[in-house]
């Protein structure tokens, strides 16, 4: 499970800027956009914390797909140790790091696509590659399975380099405009954990919809759950 807590006492700027360029002069191209985006957040004080700079330019085909290319430079200062699987710790200090991604996708009109991303670089005081395929198969017009698979390779001064796979996997059938379900199953090969969801919506009035959920997740003995849920919930508009 991958969550965050939103920063206290902080102030943050934030900056995009870039252009749609549609050259007609070359037909298998549709359009180049490079831009740029700048994230700035210091304390109450004026002291820097998160710096992130991302330069980038993609460009999209006429038949629908495209490729990306991105370059980030980071800055990121920890007012305390944290540590990272393979034994390695991560001192308190300032860190300005590096990477650059490299990103291809194919047409999503078309019944089988996919998205590749490639990326590299510093992180922290060591490096790190990962690298992610997602994508969808639509069998019908009424079911859909996708998938997704991240791997990250990571190297850390005074601890093992080591990997993290994440995979994931969803289903999804209308059985009508008013009846979907959903079934979602996400495996973290690092801790061993399957989380699973499985959705249930009915549409039973125009802006109304009855949800149930169903969500575990099994922690290393994929015989034991951990957590088990089970959720109901219904929504009623009305008019005024």
Do not use: C
């Amino acid at each position: 499970t991958v969550g965050f807590v939103r920063r206290r006492g902080v102030q943050q700027s934030y900056a995009t800027a870039g252009v749609h360029i549609q050259p007609s002069s070359v037909r298998w191209l549709t359009e180049v956009n490079p831009f740029a985006d700048i994230e700035y957040v210091t304390d109450l004080d004026g002291r820097l914390l998160t710096r992130s700079f991302d330069a980038s330019v993609e460009m999209d085909y006429s038949s629908g797909g495209g490729v990306g290319l991105q370059v980030q430079d980071e800055f990121e200062r920890l007012d305390r140790d944290f540590s990272v699987s393979g034994g390695a710790v991560v001192p308190a200090g300032d860190y300005s790091f590096r990477s650059a991604a490299l990103s291809m996708r194919t047409s999503a009109g078309r019944s089988l696509w996919a998205n590749l991303r490639i990326s590299s670089g510093d992180f922290y005081n060591g490096d790190r590659t990962s690298v992610s395929l997602s994508g969808q198969l639509r069998i019908s017009y009424q079911l859909a399975l996708d998938f997704s698979a991240e791997r990250n390779e990571l190297s850390i001064p005074g601890g093992e380099d080591f990997g993290a796979s994440v995979y994931g996997g969803r289903a999804t059938f209308a059985a009508s405009t008013r009846f979907f379900t959903s079934a979602f199953v996400q495996y973290n090969a690092l801790t061993e954990e399957v989380v699973t969801n499985v959705r249930v919506n009915y549409i039973h009035a125009p802006l109304s919809d009855l949800f149930l959920v169903y969500t575990e997740r099994r922690d290393g003995d994929p015989a034991t759950p951990t957590d088990r849920l089970v959720s109901l919930k219904v929504t009623k508009a009305v008019a005024f």
